[in-house]
């Protein structure tokens, strides 16, 4: 099994229109396995078409609850709360009520109830999915707004990935990470081969790069990087380009600005899946040669000599 996370230092890069084409790139000579670790924001089940064959429910971390029968509306769970999560009565009520999206679960209010009124209580904070598509197997999840352990649940996600892809001999998992360098883009890289990195020749290009490079260095993770959009700044373009040279990092391959992508996202589709011939596709096309390569080799080349880009 070979594992393969795309990642951006930030969000808006086309990290999951590339997902989804490397996806039908890669699809008909090797079996995948698909993880969406973006959890926050999940849609690569779009692109990919999916049907949800499992549905399992995650938990999350503990708020308080109030009992309305014994509750007396004494107000001291006002007044030991420090994120205003407890709702006073209103003319309707006779009780206080728990903000579920402001409660942190310190449990003030549950110790200094004097009725025993409030209880910590844990919380079902999204669910993940097990879906088909004509890709391979999806993994994929939905964490509820407000909810905590966002990385926990990418890191369940990534695990029923992996124990699919030891199933299969010789697949690839390929993982869908969240944007930016936080807990679950941490998870998202657990044990991944290569770091596929997704930027673009915007004014924070280099800065958010460098971000997302010194994550996946600090945990041993290759990179390899791709400049999408590429010809909307040939100045930063090369900026970028000579950045990755110095550090002696792959330049996977440039994706020219294409409109047939945002064509084929209304439909739902890759753009390759839509339009084979366009310019984004005939690159993508290139760039998974230039990753199979890299990891065909053990990527134990990475980082002495960087891959020329595609023009």
Known sequence: MKQIVILSGKGGTGKTSLTAALAHEAA?????????????????????KTTKLEEFYFTGGYKAEIDSVKCTGCGRCVDVCRFNAVIPPDSSENTYRINRIACEGCNSCVYQCPLNAIASARTTAGAWFVSGSVYGTLYHAEMKAGEENSGKLVTTVKNAAINKSREIPESILMVDGPPGIGCPVIAACAGADLAVISTEPGVSAIHDLERILETVKHFGIPPAVCINR??????????IEGFCKQDGIPLLGRIPYDPNVTRSMSKGLPVNSFDPSSPASIAISRIWEAIYSLIGKGLDSIGSEPLRPQA
Not at 29 to 39: E, G, P, Q
Not at 231 to 238: A, E, H, Q, V, Y
């Open 28 to 48: 008909d000579l090797h079996r995948l396995v698909l993880a969406d670790a973006d959890v926050d924001a999940a849609n690569l089940e779009i692109l990919l």
């Open 230 to 239: 590429s010809d909307i700044n040939p100045g930063k373009t090369l900026k």
